[in-house]
């Protein structure tokens, strides 16, 4: 027996299961608790599935948008896109549900897969990501233990491929303008991270574990964390030639690409520096706030689950999300430090 | 059957438990008790906790659910802690009484030093930040590591490294 087994031994507990059952079902009965409403639940559930596929749809979007902002000067072999600041981009589920997956366009090759994974505490996430990882000093009551996550530096390469194009429309009958031939073979080099999450658990509910999700990956939980405060280097993006003229000219004619998403692209004014934030529009709202001091996005989701706010800060991408007001969510920003 | 049940508004209160809860119940009833017993060292108050597990779960989530266990394990650890700290800040008195009335020896000065002894290790358990306390209470109840990983959503890789790091702070706590 180790020293913590006996430590912590207790006498044998003698169970008697039906007896604690009919303890229960008379608790139940004489306090009238209702069980977990199918019924009732179902949207919320629902909206939640909702709120998660829109922002993993509007990851996609984001890297598409991203690239098409790939900028730089004409004539220069490597162009470079690091953001400075952000914009919002509102996208409709429309635009999620016909625009081509960009794998349509070509090929991606990660060169570092994005692997993120669960660190112990704060310490090793700072060590890990090399970020001075900020806390917030004002928790909304309800707010338990955060638990951190530290995704690496991920690199990929991507290659544009007319021939792929051309397989990816005919079978979704759909005819997309010729790839035009420098873009062909072309290649882009995006590099994004490392970033550190930390997911702070419902202190209200029962267990401290309902909302594990994210960065471990592997929680069997349906349930979101209260709080989530990411930050992490924001991507860069190379490209061994096409600028964003022919790139955005290209990829704004695409069929799957509304006329009112190419416009909100094409007038982004400094697209070099810019990183757009894609708003599913039909399930959120977005509004510009000050945050630490900086212009950021609040982003509202509209079934009144949760807001969102996200700035950047000296080369720093930061997020904070979760089931709270928007009150609650910038104070948390504004407190990080 | 009933117009809410019709209606999908599940079981009307009142009318007796869901086979598939009572299914659940005598299911892992046991478990749950002997992980909160790890932690509050009370077989009454260890009961007591796994009702209110039970209710909660009933309340907020459907019996079938496939993280029923991992979810009752946890919520085990975490609702016993509570009760751990908030008998803590009653007072010493009250937290040996606690262990005392589940010490069965049958030398009354042993039992209470052997009471004393496991208040004062329950007392630095609860002074422990709360996934340190529960991958103790949750590994000293015989889960292993991947029915731990699920329980509190990490990767079962790093339980290794948690649960010595856990200990090592336990045992500081003990011998402060």
Redesign the interface.
Known sequence: MS???E??S??E???D?ER??A???A???AE?????????SAPRRVAVNIWVRGLAAAATVALVATLLTVSGLAETILTIFEPKQLVAVPITSTDLNSAASFGAYGTLTWTEQPKP??V?DIRTAARESGMTVLTPSNLPQGV??P?YGVMPKTTATFTFSAAKTTQAAAAQKRTPPPMPANIDGSKLFITGGPAVVAFYTDATA?????G??GA?G?????GMPKLIVAQGKPPVVQSDGVTVDQLQSYLLAQPGISPQLAAQIRAIKDPSSTLPVPIPVDMATSKKVTVQGVEGIFVGDSTGLGSAVIWQKDGIVYGVAGTLTEQQVLAVANSLH | MEVAERLGLGTVPGRGLPPAFEDLFRKEYARVVAIAHRVVADADEAEDVAQDVFVSFYRKHPAEAHYAAPWLYAAAAHTALNVLRSRERRGKRDAVEAVRRDTQMPDPAQAAETAETRSEVRAALGRLPDRSAALLALRYSGLTYEEIAAALGLRQSSIGTLLRRAEDAFRKEVTK
């Open positions: 020293d913590i087994e430590m912590l207790v006498s507990p003698k169970t299961t604690a059952l303890r229960l079902r608790r139940v009965d009238r608790i209702a069980p977990v409403s199918r019924g009732l994974y669960d112990p338990g233990a638990r029962t267990t401290g574990a309902t594990a999700t471990s592997a929680s069997p939980f349906s």
